[in-house]
């Protein structure tokens, strides 16, 4: 039987309803400092959210929009983008994956398959869910994406897509690299596009194990077993990031989503996540009952901060001694990247793509060729409500220019057409100001 976790609702503590995705404010930048120290000090690594699948309201949040390390929550994103190409067709679960010598060379934990090897990308799957196996993770974005380094940028552009307005990748497992930050806000909003755009797949992150050869592998994440309606998702760790878990819970018909990075341990992460869906839950049992709130809570137990408890086993993603960590100028890679768009970014692998341009009213003035976006959906009435809602609400900004739903590669992208650079950029900046998620697209994109 499920022991009820402690806490105490002691006062009622208002915090205003927000839906995903949100415009951040970016930090100070900081430059060719130790990894460790690239997060914010004046925060600690602590960064919280918990949303409400169903409707997006942001329940809860904590330095939700601060820059952190993701660790193995990368592969949340990894694994995104191949449901995404099951999906279309492009790949089967039944399709062999051959390990490159870069995907055997990664860093531990792995399945530890040695170069020219095979797997099936079901299998592949599994390992990165279950083992959080980061060679894996490597064979599955060359499978999908030619290289990594090419996989990595599909990855950037779809988190644009999808309002992580403050995310980069650079590689696609989560090791070390001083350039790959992501917020808690992001990873919900993920968290949430993975449920919404393959519910046929993400029974993958709910496994509580995975049997390879005769070897049984054990999921990290804890609460699958121990927490009653806790289906997925991914944990991760690192020295800098400290522990990380992005966990979604169904009670009913109701879901939470809750993130927490930067636990000082396993223990005290997992039962803050807990603490935080619990409560979640709790509040909406008030608001069918009838009580006005939008979030009434007083943890029982602290934030998870701290030293850094580094477990007996490494989990996820964890720092290996003598890892080559990338320092870089970081000037130019903190802070929102959604109005930055990626430099040269590769196209995907050649594939047919049957595409179709619906247009909303409007004129363009034709005298530019940049565009503007503000959404991508999977479902094409998501995307003409999100048009229809843009026009209205930010005429002024869109009088001029010609919107429109471009549909292909199974995404539907709200984009107006017919700006300068210098128009793009400001019109992205006004719906910045009012938390709506927008990228400025240039005109070779």
């Known amino acids: 039987m499920f022991e009820p976790v402690r806490r105490l609702l002691v006062t009622a503590i208002a915090l205003s309803a927000t839906a995903l995705p949100a415009a951040l404010v970016a930090p100070t930048a900081q430059a060719q400092i130790p990894y460790s120290a690239l997060r914010n000090t004046t925060e600690g ?18 330095n939700a929009d601060s820059q952190r390390y993701p660790a193995s929550l990368t592969k949340i994103m990894t694994m995104y983008l ?11 679960a039944t399709d062999t994956l ?63 897509e999808l309002g992580m307005t403050n995310t980069r990748y650079v590689n696609a497992n989560g090791l070390p690299d001083s350039r790959q930050l ?91 996540v807990e603490d935080l869906l619990e409560t979640g839950f709790d509040v909406i049992r008030r608001r069918q009952m009838g009580e006005r709130i939008t979030v009434a809570q007083n943890l029982f137990e602290p934030a998870p901060i701290g030293v850094i408890d580094r477990p007996a086993t490494e989990e996820g993603s964890a720092d290996q001694a003598g890892l080559r960590i990338v320092l870089t100028d970081n000037s130019n890679l903190r802070g929102p990247v959604a109005n930055r768009p990626i430099a040269n970014p590769p196209p995907p692998p050649p594939r047919p793509v049957a595409a179709s341009v619906e247009t909303a009213k409007g004129k363009a003035r034709g005298k530019g060729d940049w565009l503007v976006q503000v959404g991508a959906y999977r479902q094409k009435t998501q995307a003409r409500s999100q048009l229809a809602a843009v026009s209205h609400k930010f005429s002024k900004h869109f009088a001029n220019a010609q919107g429109g739903v471009q549909g292909g590669e199974g995404m539907y992208r709200v984009r107006f057409s017919g700006f300068t650079a210098d128009e793009a950029r400001a019109a992205c900046a006004a719906l910045g100001a009012k938390r709506q998620s927008c990228m400025v697209v240039p005109p070779s994109h």
């Open 82 to 92: 191949t449901f995404e190409a099951l999906a279309s067709g492009r790949l089967k």
């Open 45 to 62: 690594k602590y960064a919280a959210v918990v949303v409400d699948a169903n409707t997006g309201e942001v329940l809860f949040a904590k």
């Open 182 to 272: 992501t917020s808690a806000r992001d990873l919900a909003i993920l968290s949430r596009a993975v449920m919404r755009d393959y519910p046929q797949y993400y029974s993958y992150f709910g496994l509580h194990d995975f049997n390879y050869h005769g070897q049984s592998i054990r999921n990290h994440n804890g609460l699958l077993a121990k927490m009653p309606g806790v289906d997925g998702l991914k944990t991760g760790f690192t020295n800098a990031s400290g522990f990380n878990l992005a966990a979604s819970a169904v009670r009913g018909d109701r879901r939470l989503i809750a993130v927490v990075l930067g636990g000082n341990s396993v223990a005290a992460r997992d039962s803050h």
């Open 98 to 160: 051959v390990v490159s010598p870069r995907a055997a060379a990664q860093a531990p934990t792995k399945l530890g398959l040695r170069a020219g090897e095979s797997i099936t990308v079901d299998e592949a799957i599994r390992a990165v869910a279950v083992k959080s196996a980061n060679d894996m993770a490597v064979a599955l974005a060359e499978k999908i994406g030619g290289s990594e380094e090419r996989f990595c940028a599909l990855m950037t552009l779809r988190a644009q």
